[in-house]
């Protein structure tokens, strides 16, 4: 059996990818197309993800007020908003297995599930807030096919009534689920008290 180096690797696989990249772009699902039209795409996730959130169930039965709306809305901005911004880092494509493929090949750098978290959380505001409750959280982590995500509940709610955020999924675009009616089994990796403390942090399985 011929064994070749990961640099031949490499070099063979660059070889090969180009007319499959070439493919990918020209037909790929996700390519945002001009800036207005990623504007509107923008705009109509931000407006269905501020009603889920609207939507999720309260802890103790509050009602939905003007003001839960409005921070709903924040949220909702944010996240959308810093998706993609840091897909301009990340510039995922062809699909989230895909890009990890990519990132060990050494054509890409960063856009793990665990790289987009800390990016999506930093963009939230850095104190509580009085209607909705943040956490990290983190799927498969013992079966190698881990998927980490943002989870936005209503505040004091069980985990399974809030919203998974997955950009990761969503190939670098708004992507998101609610946690009980997905197919990913949910956990709280990080609370919302360690994430404000700077303590959420994940170590990188793969280099």
Known sequence: MIRLKKSQMKQKFHILSIPL??????????????????????????SQLTADLVKLSPAEGNVPSS???????????????????????????????????????????????????????????????????????????????????????????????GIAYDAWRGVGHPFWRIVGKDIYPWEVRFSEAEILRGEAHVTPRFK
């Open 21 to 46: 990249l070439f493919f990918l772009s020209a037909c790929g699902g996700h390519n945002p197309g001009n800036l207005a039209q990623q504007e509107a795409m923008d705009k109509k996730a931000i």
């Open 67 to 161: 003001e839960m709306e409005n921070e709903a809305h924040l949220i909702a901005s944010a996240l959308v908003n810093q998706t993609r911004e840091t897909n301009k880092e990340f510039k995922m494509s062809g699909g989230p297995k895909w890009h990890n493929f990519m990132i060990t090949m050494g054509f890409r750098k960063k856009g793990r599930c665990y790289d987009w978290v800390p990016e999506l959380l930093k963009a939230l505001p850095p104190k509580p807030m009085k209607y909705y409750e943040r956490y990290w959280g983190g799927s498969f982590e013992s079966m190698g096919r881990e998927d980490n995500a943002v989870i936005i509940t209503k505040r004091g709610a069980p985990l399974k009534d």
